[in-house]
């Protein structure tokens, strides 16, 4: 099976690594083949290929490797939040929103979830186990739409108590 993922040029280099170890750890990690040319193409048996797909797809969305290397466990998975059609400003403020001041809300949806987020481009990205992940897509959703970072707040600890 081959997969093609599209990531940025800039984080083509960060996915090859230094002197290609980021990729080989990759390769051999998932046994498969990646060429990275304009897009990455990547060849294995099929669940293999997809893995190394969402690898691939996390450091293309701003993750660093050793974060998206936490998709290797069958427990974690990515989620994608696009704002592709919002304007330039829009995004902006948005993405000021989710990641709080000084960081803030980023840091305490993490916090309360366990997932990690990558805000990078036209995206806000998420890893975690499926719990958390469900909880920090519909905080970090609930900020896009405008909900007050207080609302959220309370919604997580809320849902972090046994």
């Not at 290609?20 to 498969?32: I, Q, R």
């Not at 000021?96 to 840091?107: E, M, S």
């Amino acid at each position: 099976m081959i997969v093609t993922v599209m990531i940025p040029e800039e984080r083509k280099s960060i996915l090859i690594g230094k002197e290609g170890s980021v990729k080989k750890l990759l390769e051999e990690k998932t046994k498969t083949k990646i060429i990275i040319e304009l897009d990455v193409s990547i060849e294995g048996e099929s669940l293999n290929a997809l893995k190394a797909q969402q690898i691939v797809k996390a450091i293309g969305r701003g993750f660093s490797p050793e974060k998206a290397f936490m998709l290797l466990d069958d427990d974690y998975q990515l989620n994608v939040i696009s704002l592709s059609g919002e304007s330039p400003n829009t995004i902006k403020r948005l993405f000021a929103r989710v990641i709080g001041r000084q960081g803030k809300t980023r840091r305490k949806i993490e916090q309360c979830t366990g997932a990690l987020i990558s805000v990078y481009g036209k995206t806000v990205s998420v890893i975690g186990k499926s719990s958390g992940l469900e909880a920090a897509t519909r905080a970090i959703e609930q900020i896009l739409e405008g909900r007050s970072h207080g609302y959220v707040y309370k919604r997580l600890e809320y849902a972090k108590k046994p």
